[in-house]
């Protein structure tokens, strides 16, 4: 089956210029997380939805993020004016089973570069 | 901040046993150990998870420690593919679901 897909896989914008990234999780997956990776870095935790509940936005770097989980599927993250310190890889994963046996499925993530 | 500490590189040559030291000092009673990787421009991959007894499956084993505070994760035969950054992580399952993930060890499977 279709694993978590991303799009779009590359984006290059200017500083200032706002950008929406989006996420497909595998169908039936409930819980969506948001992660950075800096060149070089280990994973950032951006955010964190689980069904319904409120989101765990506890990892957004500053107010120019933000992000959104509509009908419990596609997830868009938006950066607004961006800064060249948010170029990185953003990755997203999902997930079906909660608690301990929790597995996690990432996509390929979307390199973005902020000229 | 990450709570698990990882030798930043190793190298292992193939058809040989991969063992990857994770200390966990601070891990609390109920926090797992879970191991992800991550090849090359791809995302992170699942590969093993334990509380306090070994684990095995058909990518790897995991040994934890009596008392918790490190542990291994074992590829038996490791071949190229098995080139990655491999990463442990201890994560309650109640509470908070956020993996931290540290920068993890970069495994290069030698010829």
């Known amino acids: 089956g279709a694993g978590v897909s991303q799009s779009p896989s590359n984006k290059v914008t200017e500083k200032g210029k706002d950008v929406e990234l989006r996420c497909d999780p595998i169908?039936?997956?409930?819980?969506l997380y948001w992660y950075r990776q800096s060149l070089g870095q280990g994973l950032e935790f951006l955010i964190y939805?689980?069904?319904?509940?409120?989101?765990?936005k506890s990892g957004l770097p500053s107010d120019r993020f933000s992000a959104e989980r509509t009908g419990g599927s596609v997830s868009t993250l938006t950066i607004q004016r961006t800064q060249q310190e948010d170029s990185a890889v953003y990755l997203c994963?999902?997930?079906?089973?909660?608690?301990?046996?929790?597995?996690?499925?990432f996509g390929s993530g979307t390199q973005l570069s902020v000229l | 901040d990450a709570k698990t500490t990882q030798p930043p590189s190793m190298d292992c040559a193939e058809g040989r046993a991969a063992n990857l030291p994770c200390n966990h000092s601070?891990?609390?009673?109920?926090?797992?150990v879970y191991w992800y990787r991550q090849i090359h421009s791809q995302g992170p991959q699942y590969i093993i998870h334990?509380?306090?007894n070994n684990e095995t499956n058909e990518m790897a084993s995991l040994i934890i420690t009596e008392d918790r505070k490190s542990s291994t994760l074992i590829l038996p035969h490791a071949t190229l593919r098995d080139t990655a950054v491999y990463y442990c992580?201890?994560?309650?399952?109640?509470?908070?679901?956020?993996?931290?993930f540290g920068t993890g060890t970069r495994l290069k499977v030698l010829a």
């Open positions: 994963a999902s997930s079906l089973v909660q608690g301990p046996n929790e597995k996690l499925f």
């Open positions: 169908s039936g997956h409930t819980a």
């Open positions: 939805f689980q069904g319904n509940s409120a989101p765990d």
């Open positions: 601070t891990i609390s009673g109920n926090e797992y």
């Open positions: 334990g509380l306090k």
């Open positions: 992580i201890v994560r309650a399952y109640s509470g908070t679901y956020k993996y931290i």
